[in-house]
């Protein structure tokens, strides 16, 4: 099993940064792909951004557009999110996930664990 819980969640202006994290523990973290996705109210959950184990490849959502960057410490079983120029449109619950197994990383039924949550509010 692997447990993940998400923090660096708040209230930004916009234009603003803020850098999520998510921490795991559990089975080995190192050979898992791990994605960050987020859910706005009355919305399904989007894909923002993933990597594979190796961090040899980076995939993110279309409207990422160059402004949010995923990176992972396998040394402190962690990986992050660093949102830039965050815009209204980007507030949601943000949601860290590990997969087990290899496939498309965008799609959220890849993922076998989720963390709770972590809320990002952009004040226009």
């Known amino acids: 099993q692997v447990q993940l819980v998400e923090s660096g969640g708040g209230l930004v202006q916009e234009g603003g940064s803020l850098r999520l994290s998510c921490a795991a523990s559990?089975?080995?973290?190192?050979?898992?792909?791990m994605g960050w996705f987020r859910q706005a109210p009355g919305k399904e959950r989007e894909f923002v951004a993933a990597?594979?184990?190796?961090?040899?490849?980076?995939y993110y959502g279309d409207f990422v557009a160059g402004r949010f960057t995923i990176s992972r410490d396998n040394a402190k079983n962690t990986v992050y999110l660093q949102m830039n120029s965050l815009k209204p449109e980007d507030t949601a619950v943000y949601y860290c996930?590990?997969?087990?197994?290899?496939?498309?990383?965008?799609?959220?039924?890849?993922?076998?664990?989720w963390g709770q949550g972590t809320q990002v509010t952009v004040s226009s």
């Open positions: 990597m594979s184990w190796s961090s040899g490849s980076l």
């Open positions: 996930a590990a997969s087990a197994r290899g496939g498309q990383l965008s799609s959220r039924y890849l993922y076998d664990y």
């Open positions: 559990g089975r080995t973290f190192n050979n898992y792909p």
